[in-house]
């Protein structure tokens, strides 16, 4: 999880090359979160890494898979806001970095993105919240694979696009 977030940095570093100030505040805010969201809750993310690979009975009370779900989803959701902002923000500055319109889409494509990531740990901390136990870390854990939809659809978008765009 923390290369995934460290390559869409490095990719909007790579891209943009912004360093102004609602730049480096936006990434100061995205490492604060990150290392909110992973130290403090090493413990918690522990156990729904063992809930996955070492199901134990003893592992964690049903109760507490509300929580940790919600801890994970809302960090998740975090990580990917502050994301889609930085990409707003370069999208805003488009005729200063002076973006070609396939730049421009594909900065667009990535607020998208983001923002679609967003969603699907909000949904899985929703669901954590009122689906009951048993069924909770199976119906909240499983909404991760919906990751899949919006990155399909995003990255069919972004293909037909450059296809459009190649001459013979």
């Known amino acids: 999880m923390v290369a995934t977030i460290w390559y869409s940095q490095y990719t909007f570093f790579r891209r ?3 360093g102004d100030f609602a730049t480096v505040v936006l990434n100061l805010v995205l490492l604060f979160v990150v290392l909110f969201y992973v ?10 890494f ?12 049903d109760q507490d898979v509300p929580t940790l779900f919600l801890i994970y989803g809302i960090g998740f ?11 707003v ?4 500055h488009r005729a200063q970095l002076q973006l070609t319109p396939w730049e421009e889409f594909v900065t667009r494509l990535s607020v998208a993105d983001n923002l679609a990531m967003m969603c699907v740990g909000l949904l899985s901390a929703g669901l954590a ?7 909770t870390a199976t119906v909240a854990g499983f ?4 990751i899949a939809l919006p990155k399909t659809i995003i990255g069919s978008m972004r293909g037909r696009r450059a296809r459009s765009l190649v001459t013979v």
């Open 16 to 18: 943009y090359g912004l």
């Open 39 to 48: 130290y403090p809750y090493v413990y918690p993310l522990k156990f729904l």
């Open 50 to 61: 063992g809930l996955v690979f070492q199901p134990r009975a003893d592992a964690i009370r």
């Open 77 to 87: 959701a975090a990580v990917s806001l502050v994301l889609a902002l930085l990409y």
């Open 89 to 92: 923000h370069a999208f805003r």
């Open 129 to 135: 919240q009122v689906v009951p136990a048993p069924y």
């Open 143 to 146: 909404a991760y694979f919906s």
